[in-house]
Structures are given as C-alpha cells and as structure tokens.
C-alpha cells in the first residue's frame, strides 16, 4: 500500500496554489483592461486560497488602487510587503499609494 492520503493532500495543495496562480494573472489582465471590480474579484480568490503568497496581495492592491480604494489599497500592499520581506517592488508600490492618497 502506498500513502493514498499523502497524496491525494499533496494534490489538493497542488491544485489550490495553481487556481490561486491563474486567477492572480487573470486579476492582472483584468487590470491592464481597467476591470477594477473583475481584477479584485480573481486577487480576492487568489488570496483566499493561498493567504501566505504575497503576489495574490500585491493583485489585489493594484486593483483597489485601480478602483480608487486608497485605505484598502494601501494594506493590501502592506501584507504583500511583509510576506515579502519588504521587498522593493511591494515597497515602491506602498510608497506610490501613500503619496496618491496625500494628493487626494
């Protein structure tokens, strides 16, 4: 006998972080098109299926900026920076967001 439930855990792991990686890109397309609300939706499920992964965060604030949601936004882009390690793309990002809401 094998270790059936290993497996099959391993593959439903598998499975969610590749629906949490397609639907984090068809949040970017979603975004480059300016489908704000679509765009936050699929980093929404992104997120809820892999918490951990910065990118999903990093989505959804992009789309909260897109739709003018500037407090939201901005802790979005914070989580991604901390799962991140601050890293600088998150960091520039962050930045960007606190001097748009200072101008709004």
Known sequence: GGDVGGRSER????SREERAVV??????????????????ADADGAVALRPEWS????????????LGDWEECET????????????????RALAAVREARRAA
């Open 11 to 14: 593959a439903h792991r598998a």
């Open 23 to 40: 639907l984090s890109n068809r949040s970017a397309a979603h975004a480059r098109l300016g489908q704000f609300e679509a765009a936050l």
């Open 55 to 66: 990118k999903a965060h990093a989505r959804r604030g992009a789309a909260l900026h897109g």
């Open 76 to 91: 979005a882009y914070e989580r991604a920076a901390a799962l991140d390690h601050g890293s600088e793309a998150a960091m």
